[in-house]
């Protein structure tokens, strides 16, 4: 699973910062300035910034129709879009010249710490939207279609967030890993290239990840319609 994260500093002495901390750090204010930019400056005529914007919205917002219908959709919106942004943000950090060739700065997602940390927060979440549409339901898909079933969909309900975030983890180290090795190499060229093939393939594993939690999401709140 690749080196252990070098701690850059703690603080109080029981949270270890590390280049991967502090990518997120970037990460949270980027988007929290890139957010508060477009809330101020919304126009009837929008100028290119939020014309961006506002498609990237629109897309994703029929992306999450498409899976989850259009009440659902509206409904966790907020938390799927979320997911997908910081990802994608997160994914698209490694291409930055210099990230992970420091210990100071490196791709949250190429950590396993943060993917389980994002499986931990989706697992959570799926919990919730299961009881928010009644408690018998939530417990009553886990007893069918019989109770004998119970161990295996209990056990299946910690195993999906588990999968995100290894298969978030495995793909994301693992294109780091051969992004580094091409470059020791084959310093020119061929690195370039794959960094080219790393902007459709870092978009790729949001989408996964975001798409998966959405199917898990209507499955857990399938009863509430």
């Given at each position: 699973m690749g080196e252990p994260s070098t701690v850059i500093f703690s603080i109080f002495g029981i949270l270890d910062v590390t280049g991967e901390v502090v990518a997120m750090w970037l990460i949270l204010?980027?988007?929290?300035?890139?957010?508060?930019?477009?809330?101020?400056?919304?126009?009837?005529?929008?100028?290119?910034?939020?014309?961006?914007?506002?498609?990237?919205?629109?897309?994703?917002?029929?992306?999450?129709?498409?899976?989850?219908?259009?009440?659902?959709?509206?409904?966790?919106?907020?938390?799927l879009a979320s997911l997908f942004i910081f990802i994608i943000f997160g994914n698209y950090s490694g291409l930055i010249p210099g990230v992970g060739l420091t210990d100071y700065v490196k791709a949250p997602t190429a950590s396993l710490s943060v993917t389980l940390g994002l499986g931990i927060v989706t697992f959570l979440f799926l919990q919730i939207a299961g009881l928010k549409c009644g408690v018998k339901h939530y417990f009553k898909r886990f007893v069918s279609p019989i109770c004998v079933m119970l161990p295996l969909l209990i056990l299946d309900e910690f195993i999906k967030p588990a999968s995100l975030a290894l298969r978030l983890f495995g793909n994301v180290f693992g294109e780091e890993m051969v992004m580094e090795e091409l470059y020791h190499l084959l310093p020119i060229g061929v690195p370039l290239i794959m960094m080219v093939l790393s902007l459709l393939f870092c978009a790729l594993q949001a989408l996964v990840f975001t798409m998966l939690t959405s199917i898990y999401l209507d499955e857990a709140t399938e009863l509430e319609e």
């Amino acid at each position: 699973m690749g080196e252990p994260s070098t701690v850059i500093f703690s603080i109080f002495g029981i949270l270890d910062v590390t280049g991967e901390v502090v990518a997120m750090w970037l990460i949270l204010a980027a988007i929290t300035i890139i957010s508060l930019i477009v809330r101020r400056n919304l126009k009837e005529r929008p100028g290119v910034f939020q014309n961006i914007i506002e498609t990237g919205v629109e897309y994703l917002d029929n992306f999450f129709e498409g899976l989850l219908g259009r009440k659902k959709s509206r409904q966790y919106f907020t938390f799927l879009a979320s997911l997908f942004i910081f990802i994608i943000f997160g994914n698209y950090s490694g291409l930055i010249p210099g990230v992970g060739l420091t210990d100071y700065v490196k791709a949250p997602t190429a950590s396993l710490s943060v993917t389980l940390g994002l499986g931990i927060v989706t697992f959570l979440f799926l919990q919730i939207a299961g009881l928010k549409c009644g408690v018998k339901h939530y417990f009553k898909r886990f007893v069918s279609p019989i109770c004998v079933m119970l161990p295996l969909l209990i056990l299946d309900e910690f195993i999906k967030p588990a999968s995100l975030a290894l298969r978030l983890f495995g793909n994301v180290f693992g294109e780091e890993m051969v992004m580094e090795e091409l470059y020791h190499l084959l310093p020119i060229g061929v690195p370039l290239i794959m960094m080219v093939l790393s902007l459709l393939f870092c978009a790729l594993q949001a989408l996964v990840f975001t798409m998966l939690t959405s199917i898990y999401l209507d499955e857990a709140t399938e009863l509430e319609e």
